[in-house]
């Protein structure tokens, strides 16, 4: 072992002198991956804000029945805005009638803290 070492000792001063320094660091010490800063971009993003889309649909299921869930879907759920894709203006009149209703299971099914109003879009 002693002569691979002065062998090993000689390679590394010839590489030294070839280079003009000593080696380089390891290519991937200084790599940052991904997922170390995901979080704090979607932060800042306010992508973290709502949750799941599935679970919002689900969610809208329960609470609003099948007929209404047939003719609103939730679109987003933004700064605590939950917006409904309402397929007729005969559907959302009926909605913005019963909206106090709606917003008050929507908050016990998933926190009042998540959803503070519902917008309703046409369309």
Do not use: Y
Not at 53 to 75: I, N, Q, S
């Amino acid at each position: 072992m002693a002569k691979e070492s002065r062998l090993e000792a000689i390679r590394r001063a010839v590489l030294r002198d070839w280079r003009g320094g000593e080696d380089p660091e390891h290519l991937d010490k200084r790599l940052h991956l991904p997922k170390e800063f995901l979080a704090s971009i979607l932060k800042q993003a306010g992508a973290t804000e709502g949750i799941d889309e599935e679970r919002l649909r689900e969610m809208w299921k329960e609470v609003a029945g099948d007929f209404v869930a047939r003719h609103a879907t939730p679109v987003s759920l933004k700064a605590g805005c939950l917006t409904l894709h309402v397929l007729q203006p005969a559907m959302r009149f009926h909605l913005e009638q019963t909206r106090g209703v709606l917003l008050k299971k929507v908050q016990e099914a998933i926190g009042a803290n998540l959803v503070k109003i519902i917008r309703f879009q046409v369309g």
